[in-house]
């Protein structure tokens, strides 16, 4: 550690990868909007991007924090991804830990409080301020969520639809079904990451954390995933049925759901019977490129077809 800088110490605590898990629904929830209102708000998408980002970068560093308090973490369960676990590798120090959460903490807010004056909307204002306990009470605090069963699901509406929600809002000044309706499906993927996550997670977390596969069991935890993807193509569904996205989106989104969310993912993920060690090294990743791209393609599918109106 002592030959690295500031910012190397910095990149292993961060998982910037997962950053994007809020940052790519926010950027495609803007353009989605952008594309049923017919103009595109660029300043506020870029700083909801920010903001989002930030925030997510700010849930991940509380995790590495509280895994160095509570000693969760230990050679039989790194990842040894070098973007995560740096505090409890020692390859990066508390103090670093700190200067991290405050410095995206800081963005974060000045990104947020921008956007609202900008704006001139303080929903959003309060919105942000539940977004930011979200992200800091993920992990740490007197009853951090992380160790309930609930932290999918409050995951899955802070990261994956509120973030969505608030994008598109900003761009259509309206709040419409179709809105609502979309950010179902970010909300999903943010789900199947945090379930994925779990799931791996299953012996680690014992007597630490109670999360939703202690409560269901293993094979449920992976079952689980079967209805939820359901609700996902139902809405991508109703989405098409209410005339909010092309034929052209509707085949897009069904391919990357079938290639990302089956075939590169759940059809092998479905036939773990039961935990071994290297689960999270393993299937960790396979959620967010289901993310990734899902928000990459179709953001700049609706992109183009707002050019294109």
């Not at 609930?150 to 899955?156: A, M």
């Not at 085949?251 to 079938?258: K, Q, R």
């Not at 999270?280 to 992109?303: H, K, Q």
Request: hydrophobic share 50%; aromatic share 14%; net charge neutral.
């Amino acid at each position: 550690m002592k030959n690295k800088s500031f910012f190397e110490r910095a990149y292993t605590v961060m998982e910037i990868r997962t950053g994007f898990a809020t940052g790519l629904p926010v950027l495609s929830g803007g353009l989605f909007g952008a594309y049923l209102a017919g103009h595109l708000k660029l300043i506020p998408l870029l700083l909801m991007f920010v903001t989002g980002f930030c925030l997510n970068i700010v849930a991940n560093v509380s995790n590495e924090i509280r895994a160095y308090l509570k000693n969760e973490e230990n050679e039989n369960t790194f990842t040894h991804h070098a973007g995560s676990e740096g505090l409890v590798r020692g390859d990066a120090t508390f103090k670093d830990s700190i200067i991290v959460l405050l410095f995206f903490l800081g963005i974060s807010g000045l990104s947020g409080i921008t956007l609202v004056l900008i704006t001139n909307n303080f929903n959003i204002l309060a919105i942000g301020i539940l977004s930011v306990i979200a992200a800091v009470c993920y992990s740490l605090g007197p009853k951090p969520y992380i160790v309930y069963p609930v932290g999918e699901l409050v995951s899955g509406l802070f990261v994956g639809a509120i973030s969505t929600i608030v994008s598109a809002y900003l761009q259509t000044d309206v709040l419409n079904a179709p809105i609502i309706i979309y950010s179902i499906i970010p909300m999903i993927m943010t789900i199947f990451l945090m379930s994925t996550n779990n799931t791996s997670d299953y012996e680690k977390d014992k007597g630490t954390r109670t999360t939703l596969p202690h409560v269901i069991g293993f094979r449920n935890s992976i079952k689980i995933i079967i209805p939820e993807a359901l609700i996902m193509i139902a809405a991508w569904l109703s989405l098409y049925a209410m005339g909010s996205i092309t034929l052209l989106m509707l085949v897009t989104g069904f391919l990357i759901f079938y290639y990302y969310g089956y075939v590169r993912w759940y059809k092998d993920y479905y036939q773990i019977k039961e935990h071994y060690p290297t689960m999270g090294r393993d299937w960790g990743p396979r959620p967010l490129l289901l993310i990734y791209s899902f928000n990459i393609i179709l953001g700049l599918e609706f992109f183009a077809y707002l050019l294109l109106q």
